[in-house]
């Protein structure tokens, strides 16, 4: 199983970006799929989730501006990040739980004018 994470970038404060996770296995059978985020000199942490079922859970620094969201079709998680703060520039992670999980390699999000 591969999970790619693509989208990041350099980002002015106040900017968006849109982070994708393509899944070589089918998403739709996913027990649970992630965002986590490790900034420099601190632990990774959760960022967004979804489950099987819909449901989706925030981290509160990012409650209202960012949104995970998947799509069956293409088997690919996403993350819409808006109004894109300094404290948000980190590593971003993929994660999908089909029983075991997987993560996917990490694509760098910077927020700097």
């Known amino acids: 199983v591969q999970l790619q994470a693509y989208g990041g970038g350099l980002v002015q404060p106040g900017g968006s970006l849109r982070l994708s996770c393509a899944a070589s296995l089918s998403i739709r059978s996913a027990n649970y799929m992630g965002w986590y985020r490790q900034a420099p000199g601190k632990q990774r942490e959760s960022v967004a989730t979804?489950?099987?079922?819909?449901?989706?859970n925030y981290a509160d620094s990012v409650q209202g501006r960012f949104a995970i969201s998947r799509d069956y079709a293409k088997s690919t998680l996403y993350l819409q990040m808006s109004s894109l703060k300094p404290e948000d520039t980190a590593v971003y992670y993929c994660?999908?739980?089909?029983?075991?999980?997987?993560w996917g390699k990490g694509t760098q999000v910077t927020v700097s004018s």
């Open positions: 994660k999908v739980t089909w029983g075991t999980e997987y």
């Open positions: 979804i489950t099987s079922s819909g449901n989706t």
